[in-house]
């Protein structure tokens, strides 16, 4: 049963520090999203790509964060440096070929910013 | 800019009696929409969907319907069971797959 993975699940750091989520998007699946999922703000889409080309990034605070795919296995969604505001779960989801089509989910990662 | 709407933001019902959300969106190119259901602490996984060329769509105890027209389109849960407690989220998609999502219905099924 292919799934979406992310890393790591937790993450818990300080202010100013460096994150770095890692997700593997499912084998055959060309478009990845990353969302950020708050209470407040439900499910925000950050960014994501097609063929590992970014399509649309306009929901991420660039100049804290940066999402890239070095190839197409691999999507990590970076901040640097990370603030309590950005405490959320983000999530990634992947799907097949074709414009329009069920988005896979991640488990997501639970990231808090002390 | 693009939008959805999703009301209620909470439901409570009674053990097999019906559930129904329903989501707005602004823009007119939205061909596809998703339903996803999220259990507490899980990620969000979807349930049913409709695309433009269809008014209704049915799964079991579940129904999507879409009024194109009036850039409306509903979820029906029918003889509701204590599992189907969750939070639900819709979603319409522009022509490049993007999806914009509603705010999410917290679903309380009382036994």
């Known amino acids: 049963d292919a799934r979406v993975t992310q890393t790591p699940r937790d993450k818990v750091t300080e202010m100013g520090q460096e994150v770095t989520m890692r997700c593997q998007p499912i084998?055959?699946?060309?478009?990845v999203f990353w969302y950020r999922q708050t209470m407040m703000q439900g499910l925000e889409l950050l960014a994501y790509?097609?063929?590992?080309?970014?399509?649309?990034d306009s929901g991420m605070p660039k100049d804290r964060f940066s999402a890239e795919m070095p190839d197409a296995t691999l999507a990590t969604l970076k901040i640097q440096p990370s603030e309590p505001r950005d405490s959320a779960v983000y999530f990634c989801?992947?799907?097949?070929?074709?414009?329009?089509?069920?988005?896979?989910f991640g488990p997501g990662t639970r990231l808090t910013v002390l | 800019g693009e939008n959805v709407e999703q009301h209620p933001s909470t439901l409570s019902v009674q053990e097999g009696d019906s559930a129904v959300i329903k989501c707005t969106y602004s823009?007119?190119?939205?061909?596809?929409f998703p339903w996803y259901k999220q259990e507490l602490g899980k990620r969000p996984q979807l349930i049913i969907d409709?695309?433009?060329?269809?008014g209704e769509k049915k799964d079991q105890r579940i129904a999507v319907t879409l009024n194109k027209t009036a850039k409306h389109f509903s979820l029906h849960i029918t003889e509701t069971q204590p599992e189907d407690s969750a939070v639900y989220f819709c979603?319409?998609?522009?022509?490049?797959?993007?999806?914009?999502f509603g705010q999410g219905t917290t679903l309380q099924v009382k036994p």
């Open positions: 409709i695309r433009s060329n269809v």
């Open positions: 979603a319409a998609s522009s022509v490049t797959g993007k999806l914009i």
């Open positions: 823009d007119s190119a939205s061909n596809y």
């Open positions: 989801a992947s799907v097949g070929t074709g414009v329009f089509g069920e988005q896979f």
């Open positions: 790509f097609r063929n590992r080309a970014p399509l649309d």
């Open positions: 084998l055959g699946h060309n478009t």
